[in-house]
């Protein structure tokens, strides 16, 4: 079955305690993505990966790391997370070439809550 | 001024009636528009895209785009409880970025 799996799906965690939630896909995606959404902001691009070894920045990268050492593993570290993190999370995944229809597979989501 | 722009809602529609709802966006040059729908608590799911001016039509929903007006709509004909979640719309722009607006919560009282 095509999936993008995220873990942990829900986390809590307390202001400066490094963390990373996982992200895979198994439908060999070229393009991967991180979001956030917060009540009244819509989803906020953190950071994307066109392919290994390449990330870049989305709208709201600050206090954020990923990294694509492998084609089907997107993981987004929080090195101090701060309670201003404190957020829902989706990891999307796509074809390269299905990118200007948007055709991103969601995760479940990931709910962390910095206390 | 957001760059798409979404009224939060809630939207409240009988059953059996057609939903109305709008998204605003600042950049002209914007090319390709979306709409997801979100049930609480889950993953976005697209339903619609549309890319040139007037009408587009996929069962119940409709994609309406006017780009001199900036304006996007998404209509559902007959609604159903089930279609009862957030709505967001979505639209690439220039810069070949992805911007969601805020979404508009639509509930289908029966």
């Known amino acids: 079955e095509a999936q993008v799996t995220q873990n942990p799906r829900y986390l809590i965690t307390v202001t400066g305690k490094k963390l990373t939630v996982t992200c895979s896909q198994n439908?060999?995606?070229?393009?991967m993505s991180w979001y956030r959404q917060d009540p009244g902001l819509g989803l906020r691009q953190i950071y994307y990966s066109m392919n290994v070894e390449v990330t870049d920045k989305g709208d709201v990268p600050e206090g954020y790391k990923v990294s694509r050492k492998e084609k089907r593993n997107f993981p987004l570290i929080l090195e101090s997370p701060s309670p201003n993190q404190t957020s829902l999370y989706f990891c999307?995944?796509?074809?390269?070439?299905?990118?200007?229809?948007?055709?991103?597979?969601f995760g479940a989501g990931t709910r962390l809550s910095v206390l | 001024q957001k760059e798409v722009e979404q009224n939060s809602g809630p939207l409240s529609v009988p059953e059996g009636a057609i939903a109305s709802l709008n998204c605003t966006y600042s950049?002209?040059?914007?090319?390709?528009f979306f709409w997801y729908r979100q049930y609480s608590g889950k993953s976005p799911e697209l339903i619609m895209s549309i890319y040139s001016n007037g009408d587009k039509e996929d069962g119940r929903f409709t994609a309406q785009l006017n780009k001199a007006s900036q304006y996007v709509s998404l209509l559902i004909r007959d609604s159903q409880p089930s279609d009862s979640a957030t709505y967001l719309c979505a639209v690439k722009s220039s810069a070949s970025k992805i911007i969601f607006g805020s979404g508009t919560r639509l509930s289908i009282r029966p």
């Open positions: 439908m060999n995606h070229e393009y």
């Open positions: 999307a995944s796509s074809f390269r070439d299905d990118l200007s229809k948007n055709i991103q597979y």
């Open positions: 950049d002209r040059g914007s090319q390709s």
